[in-house]
């Protein structure tokens, strides 16, 4: 099995819709058979060949099977486009607030996400038509970030094992990490973007998002690794997750993504 989440994107000045192929799931008895494999490739191009125009992927760094499996040039497979390493932050809630400097504002001007997106990248999202209608937006005078619940992708933790069975009651706040779901439970997180070019008004929205989250168990936000946002929220106690991130190439497909881009973890 396997899925297709469609976004609408600006890329280089023209809307686009992308696909973000995820989900992929291989029953244990079935594995090494490539042709079921590519079945269920060809199917998920059948089924949005004529509304999307490009693909991406991402593949945790800690599953080389997968890696191995998905970007060997097998037959009846798409071509996998490396496009760089991808970074998921888990951070804690709560926190102090923005500190001093002038108070971070809603967000009510679409012009100024725009504007920073194409300032800052060659990939620009539609938030409007992402399902982020609901979040949280803030704003200082040239720096941006949203807060979101999403409701498309939700965690279970069924249990924990070894040392991570005591850990998972020790309080978040005697150790500065993020807090670790109940077993049994749905994680309550909030997934989060931060788009401004001054380190300084990055961390500050940071703060923010972090107090305006108190009392989720984490807040999750990513970026490719050489983003320099990367750099202000390893600055933070955090866990951190490492996939590799691709653009996939169906037959008759040639890469559109040029240079660098900053994808969104709410959008994956």
């Not at 995820?22 to 594995?31: D, F, H, N, P, W």
């Amino acid at each position: 099995m396997g899925g297709v989440v469609c976004r609408d994107i600006a890329l280089g000045g023209k809307r686009r819709t992308l696909g973000y192929l995820c989900g992929l799931r291989i029953r244990a008895e079935a594995r090494g058979r490539f042709r079921r494999l590519g079945e269920v490739y060809r199917e998920l191009r059948r089924l949005t060949a004529d509304r999307v125009d490009l693909y991406l992927s991402a593949i945790l760094a800690e599953n080389p099977r997968a890696l191995r499996l998905l970007t060997g040039a097998r037959a009846g497979l798409p071509r996998y486009h490396p496009l760089g390493g991808y970074l998921t932050f888990f951070l804690p809630t709560g926190g102090r607030g923005p500190g001093p400097g002038p108070s971070l504002k809603e967000w009510s001007d679409p012009s100024l996400y725009e504007a920073l997106r194409s300032r800052m990248d060659g990939m620009r999202w539609e938030p409007r038509s992402c399902g982020l209608e609901e979040a949280c937006w803030v704003q200082t005078d040239g720096g941006l970030g949203y807060l979101a619940v999403p409701g498309h992708k939700q965690y279970r933790v069924l249990s924990y094992g070894g040392w991570m069975r005591l850990a998972s009651w020790i309080p978040p706040w005697l150790t500065g990490y993020p807090r670790l779901p109940r077993p049994g439970h749905l994680a309550r997180y909030a997934t989060g973007a931060i788009f401004s070019p001054d380190p300084d008004q990055a961390r500050r929205i940071l703060r923010e998002l972090r107090r305006r989250a108190r009392g989720l168990d984490f807040l999750m936000i990513g970026c490719l690794q050489e983003d320099p946002l990367a750099r202000i929220l390893a600055e933070e106690r955090h866990v951190l997750y490492r996939s590799r991130l691709f653009e996939v190439l169906f037959p008759g497909m040639e890469p559109q993504i040029q240079g660098p881009l900053q994808v969104e973890v709410a959008l994956l």
